[in-house]
């Protein structure tokens, strides 16, 4: 075969957002040799294009707040089917966490007497969220890269691991491609770390990056680890509605924790209806339900969508606090957001489901392949908080470094067999060599369509078997690819497996879909639209391969020991 | 719906050409989204770095119409009717292939800055208006525009002498963190060429972070270089101590 080269570390690390940046940072501090491998150049991940704020009991601001309110917020938003160990662990941590990036370098907004001030967002009883105005995740992520280029670390830019390497039952590399020349290339690992972020590249309309197309989700299954809950993916309930070409993009949530307030078509706000308590600050599941239902029932804006208004706060408190909201909404829609009103409508943000991983280490069910961030599961159960994924991929980021670093130390390389190798370098050059198939770009668009349509924020049994079914045919499609041009930077070869993922990964959203029959965060089932608490709400769903298919089970949850149930009973 | 004609740079390090495209305009559609076009459509294999697509990652530079412009914030709208659009990579660093240019160079330079340093018993208290300056320039989503236009750069490809106006902002950034104590005024001058800079401020006018980069970052770190060499009490302690 063609040659390839091969670099060899104890531990890799792909993915380069927050969570792999803090896991490359722990990694290498624990001495472990760590490479960073990003799909992109670095900083410019997901990560990026996180705005609100980082989730944390500070108690800067709120000084009643702590880690048992933190971590009960996080269970009750996720409804109870979360992970308790990592929410936890996320609320314990998370303060020094955010401190460390201080540590680091970071500027966030002040309070008066000079600590790190904190805003109020939706399902946190306290103000909690660490800021930089609207632009808290490029803050994080410059933060951590600073940190990780002066670590030690081997950064490896624009290179797409495509298949994990197995040596019996554990994970010894990875193989891929370099997007500038599209040769191929080798990691030889003793510890691999997935950090690869979400899927939001299957939908139509997503707040999501393209990097989002659920890589790591569906490597880690083809190499036969568990993924748990994929049913559950966020819909925000803020993302811009017109013009047609910046559909999904985000409006952050720190526009309703600044103040904003949602209204239907008879200048409603509506809210009152759906949440009389929380009003436009509840979770974000049942903000995005109710903008959906509003526009349904005939009560939308001019584009379909609600108005979201914050200019009662005066333009140069919106402008300070909101920069980024005002820029977007001026130079992509004409709209001056400190005069009137935005359109807003739910868009596709963040999938709670992922690979299955245990709190203390970030291990998955496959040895030597760990996860971390939003690729992981578990951490935020049926519905994530706001906040919550910038502060999980630091807690979990640390984590997850330092448990592969342990794992990997000790531990000699496997050799790789060659044939191995060559087999996937084929698959992976077959779109050029097929001389009839279809364009990798149409599929993609016909994907995005089908789970816009059928997996969307409301759900039935007839659409989501309807979705399966376009989904299968979809994958007999893609089958057979056919794409132009030459082996350098080319993004329709680099669609063709970014496509397999989204298939994967889709297809197991879809079947846990139709699976749980009940109403739970951000899965809402119209024929079953109540919550079933005695039943699935104690119930994970797994996926993994199965008899070459993809096989789903149910399994109970593991039950928080009685101190932590306490704090619950408690509270009625 | 109009259609717009683009001709977008095909080629690599060894030459190419434009080639023309007809794109059907959607309402508010940006330059980036005909790119998309043109890759379903025509050309799957034509090549652009892109993220977010709503000008918050710093991915998608290109020169539009000969500017400097993100193409996901470059509205189809803002060119007159029948006006032909012509897109090509940015022009200071070498091509790879198409709209995709070796930005590598930026990131050796940005490892070389001498990292944040607090004191070690800091205490952690800082104020909005201490952090404010810092914050202005940690707003930068590294485009690179602002070395695309750089003269220095640009035209005379000094990038053995000279780190560019996105690293003086960096370089500043730290020089004015409330909580740091190393100096970099030495580093600025010798390493990172501050000197060059002849405030022509086309680096602050391509920004599309709005970043006052020549008057807030620039200017201020000249000065502190200007105290500790051309002071005349510095440079008699310097004779003394003979460094």
Redesign the interface.
């Known amino acids: 075969m063609e040659k390839y080269e091969t670099h060899t570390h104890d531990v890799i690390i792909i993915g380069a957002g927050g969570a792999g940046l803090r896991a490359a940072i722990e990694s290498s501090a624990k001495g472990a040799s760590t490479a960073l491998i990003c799909k992109?150049?670095?900083?410019?991940?997901?990560t990026?294009?996180a705005e609100g704020g980082v989730a944390a009991a500070l108690a800067n601001v709120d000084t009643k707040d702590n880690w048992e309110t933190h971590f009960k917020d996080t269970m009750k938003g996720g409804k109870m089917l979360n992970n308790w160990q990592m929410a936890l662990y996320h609320a314990q941590e998370a303060p020094e966490r955010v401190?460390e990036l201080?540590?680091?370098?970071a500027?966030?907004?002040?309070t008066k007497?000079?600590?790190i001030n904190q805003r109020a967002f939706g399902g946190h009883t306290w103000k909690r969220l660490a800021h930089?105005?609207d632009?808290t995740g490029?803050?994080m992520i410059?933060t951590l890269q600073?940190?990780g280029?002066?670590s030690g670390i081997d950064v490896y830019?624009e290179c797409t691991i495509t298949h994990l390497v197995k040596d019996g039952d554990r994970v010894v590399g990875a193989f891929g491609y370099w997007r500038?020349s599209g040769k191929f290339v080798l990691f030889r690992a003793n510890a691999i770390v997935l950090a690869t972020g979400g899927v939001g590249k299957a939908y139509k309309y997503t707040s999501n990056?393209?990097?989002y197309t659920g890589d790591g989700h569906a490597m880690a299954y083809e190499a036969g680890a568990e993924l748990i809950d994929m049913e559950f993916i966020q819909f925000h309930p803020t993302g811009m509605v017109?013009?047609?070409?910046?559909r999904g993009?985000?409006v952050t949530e720190a526009v309703r924790g600044e103040g904003g307030i949602l209204t239907n078509s008879e200048g409603e706000r509506f809210m009152e209806r759906y949440d009389p308590e929380r009003m436009e600050l509840s979770t974000r599941d049942v903000v995005a339900r109710s903008i959906y239902t509003e526009v349904e029932q005939g009560r939308g804006s001019p584009h379909g969508g609600a108005f979201l208004d914050v200019s009662h706060r005066g333009a140069d408190y919106v402008k300070r606090k909101l920069p980024?909201m005002y820029?977007?909404f001026m130079?992509?829609?004409d709209i001056d957001i400190t005069k009137g009103p935005m359109e807003v409508f739910p868009t596709t943000h963040y999938v709670m489901g992922g690979v299955k991983v245990e709190g203390d280490t970030c291990s998955s069910t496959v040895p030597g392949l760990f996860a971390a961030g939003e690729v992981a599961g578990g951490m935020h159960g049926a519905n994530r908080l706001g906040g919550n994924s910038l502060s999980d991929l630091l807690v979990f980021g640390k984590r997850a470094g330092e448990g592969a670093a342990a794992y990997a130390s000790g531990k000699s390389h496997a050799s790789i067999p060659a044939e191995l190798i060559e087999g996937y370098a084929n698959e992976l050059r077959e779109p050029f060599n097929n001389t009839q198939g279809e364009?990798?770009?149409?599929i993609h668009?016909d994907l995005q369509d089908v789970m816009q349509l059928y997996i969307g924020v409301f759900r039935t049994e007839e659409n989501i078997q309807t979705g399966i079914d376009k989904i299968e045919a979809l994958k007999e499609r893609a089958k057979t690819l056919k794409?132009?041009?030459?082996v350098?930077?080319?993004?329709?070869?680099h669609?063709c497996r970014d496509l397999k993922s989204m298939l994967i990964v889709s297809e197991a959203l879809a079947r846990c879909a139709l699976a749980r029959k009940e109403s739970r965060g951000a899965h809402s089932r119209v024929d079953f639209p109540e919550s079933d608490d005695g039943t699935w709400g104690k119930l994970n769903f797994i996926v993994a391969p199965k008899d070459g298919a993809m096989g789903l089970e149910t399994r109970p949850i593991v039950e928080m020991p009685d101190e932590l149930s306490k704090l619950f009973t408690e509270d009625k | 719906m109009s259609v717009a004609k683009l001709r977008v740079f095909r080629g690599?390090a060894q030459g190419g050409e434009e080639k023309e495209y007809e794109v059907p305009v959607?309402?508010?559609?940006?330059v980036l989204?005909a790119l998309f076009y043109i890759?379903?459509?025509y050309?799957?294999?034509?090549?652009?770095?892109?993220?977010?697509?709503?000008?918050?990652?710093?991915?998608c530079s290109t020169e539009i119409n000969g500017k400097p412009k993100l193409a996901c914030?470059t509205?189809m709208d803002s060119f007159a009717e029948g006006e032909t659009i012509t897109v090509h990579p940015i022009k200071a660093f070498p091509v790879?292939?198409?709209l995709?240019t070796d930005?590598?160079w930026n990131?050796e330079v940005?490892?070389k800055i001498p990292?944040?340093t607090?004191a070690e018993d800091t205490e952690?208290?800082?104020?909005?208006e201490d952090?404010e300056r810092?914050?202005e320039f940690?707003?930068c989503?590294?485009c690179f525009m602002c070395q695309n236009v750089c003269h220095i750069l640009r035209d005379h490809n000094r990038k053995d002498a000279f780190a560019g106006p996105r690293f003086m902002i960096k370089i500043a950034e730290?020089e004015m963190?409330p909580l740091?104590v190393l100096d970099r005024r030495e580093f600025a001058r010798e390493e990172a060429g501050v000197g060059f800079c002849n405030i022509t401020k086309c680096c602050t006018e391509v920004c599309p972070e709005d970043i006052h980069i020549t008057d807030n970052g620039i200017i201020p770190l000249k000065e502190r270089v200007v105290d500790k060499y051309y002071d005349p009490l510095s440079w008699l302690l310097r004779k003394v101590k003979g460094k």
Not at chain 1, 488 to 493: A, H, R, S
């Open positions: 992109s150049l670095l900083g410019k991940a997901h990026v294009m401190r201080e540590y680091w370098g500027l966030f907004d002040r007497e000079g600590g930089v105005g632009r490029l803050e410059r600073e940190k280029i002066h830019m500038e990056s393209w990097e017109w013009p047609p070409s910046v993009i985000l980024s820029h977007q130079e992509f829609a364009n990798p770009y149409t668009q794409i132009e041009g030459s350098m930077f080319n993004p329709g070869w669609l | 690599d959607d309402e508010g559609m940006v989204d890759q379903a459509n050309d799957g294999d034509l090549a652009i770095r892109w993220n977010c697509k709503a000008a918050k990652c710093g991915s914030k509205r790879i292939k198409d995709v930005v590598s990131y940005s490892k990292p944040f607090p952690w208290v800082m104020y909005q952090v810092g914050q940690r707003k989503i590294e730290r963190h740091d």
